[in-house]
Antibody
Framework: QLQLRESGPRLVKPSETLSLTCFVS??????????WAWIRQPPGKGLEWLGS???????SYHPSVRGRLFVSVGSSENQFSMRLSSATAADTAVYYC???????????WGRGTTVVVSS | QSVLTQPPSVSGAPGQRVTISCTGS?????????VHWYQHLPGTAPKLLIY???NRPSGVPDRFSGSRSGTSASLAVTGLQPEDEADYYC???????????FGGGTRLTVL
């Protein structure tokens, strides 16, 4: 059974880079026709898709974070990662990783990890 | 401001039927892109409830159903049960974003 697990620092200082990794178990990340996504939920707000990547490295980003967000697929392990530069308090959120088909329906999610941007 | 608009809250008594609307535009639902629905309990992973507008993944009760028409979609829950109390989100693809967009979420309260 496919499982996803987010991992990374819980506290990030303003202006620094927020980095998270999603570990994938139960299936290979090198599967055609599927994408690996990052979604976040700021406190008291709804879900926001941030970006997705195919295992071949084709990435797409939400305009609100384009230029700050970089999503990559792990070169040797079954994982993918995100790096969000120039973090601000507005980036404080629960961050989820998920797997989706080309139609964007997200069938499998991680449990999420809370990241706080604060000095 | 979410690209897809949902009511902030709906409620119903056990056994009743409720619907949650999701209003989009010509760049997402109105363009023919599929709508998916998720159930989210705080502190847990969101769960895919409906995909491709009206399909249920294995294990989702048939009390949940979805529909899409024009620039809107809706989720119906019949025979409300206490465990249905959760946040519900609609999602679609948006050509302006070139990616996914979610609704702002609807809190379903079972009275």
């Amino acid at each position: 059974q496919l499982q996803l697990r987010e991992s990374g620092p819980r506290l990030v200082k303003p202006s620094e880079t927020l980095s998270l990794t999603c570990f994938v178990s139960g299936a290979s990340i090198t599967t055609d026709n599927y994408y690996w996504a990052w979604i976040r939920q700021p406190p008291g707000k709804g879900l926001e898709w941030l970006g997705s990547i195919s295992y071949r490295g084709r990435a797409s980003y939400h305009p609100s974070v384009r230029g700050r967000l970089f999503v990559s697929v792990g070169s040797s392990e079954n994982q993918f990662s995100m790096r969000l530069s120039s973090a601000t308090a507005a980036d404080t959120a629960v961050y989820y990783c998920a797997k989706h088909a080309i139609s964007h329906n997200m069938a499998v999610w991680g449990r999420g990890t809370t990241v706080v941007v604060s000095s | 401001q979410s690209v897809l608009t949902q009511p902030p809250s709906v409620s119903g008594a056990p056994g009743q039927r409720v619907t949650i609307s999701c209003t989009g535009s010509s760049s997402n639902i109105g363009a023919g892109y599929d709508v998916h629905w998720y159930q989210h309990l705080p502190g847990t992973a969101p769960k895919l409830l409906i995909y491709f507008n009206n399909n249920r993944p294995s294990g989702v009760p048939d009390r949940f159903s979805g529909s899409r028409s024009g620039t809107s979609a809706s989720l119906a829950v019949t025979g409300l049960q206490p465990e249905d109390e959760a946040d519900y989100y609609c999602q679609s693809y948006d050509s302006g974003v070139s990616g996914s967009v979610f609704g702002g979420g609807t809190r379903l309260t079972v009275l």
